[in-house]
């Protein structure tokens, strides 16, 4: 099992940046795909990112692609995200996610076994 806290995240100006971590316990990180999703009010909880176990594989909902980048150091049991460019539309809570699934399709959220809490990110305009 896994515990996942964010943090990073608060308001910023549009055309601004904001990086969100995802601490981790536990010893086994780099067995899980990392998921980063978002939920607006009300709007269903939506994909971000994800990242494979040793960062090799990223993928991007088409929103966020060219603006947002998802890392990770499984040294540090983190995962991050680098969001640039930021629009008021990206306001929303964001929540980090992680699985033990394999050959699943990881922009879905029902995948995910583990979430954070999630942290708020405001964009004003």
């Known amino acids: 099992q896994v515990q996942l806290v964010e943090s990073g995240g608060g308001l910023v100006q549009a055309g601004g940046s904001l990086r969100l971590s995802c601490a981790a316990s536990g010893r086994t990180f780099s067995s899980y795909v990392m998921g980063w999703f978002r939920q607006a009010p009300g709007k269903e909880r939506e994909f971000v990112a994800f990242?494979?176990?040793?960062?090799?594989?990223?993928y991007y909902a088409e929103s966020v692609k060219g603006r947002f980048t998802i890392s990770r150091d499984n040294a540090k049991n983190t995962v991050y995200l680098q969001m640039n460019g930021l629009k008021p539309e990206d306001t929303a809570v964001y929540y980090c996610?992680?699985?033990?699934?394999?050959?699943?399709?990881?922009?879905?959220?029902?995948?995910?076994?583990?979430w954070g809490q999630g942290t708020q990110v405001t964009v004003s305009s």
């Open positions: 990242i494979t176990w040793t960062g090799s594989s990223t």
């Open positions: 996610a992680a699985t033990l699934r394999l050959g699943v399709r990881y922009q879905n959220s029902y995948e995910y076994q583990y």
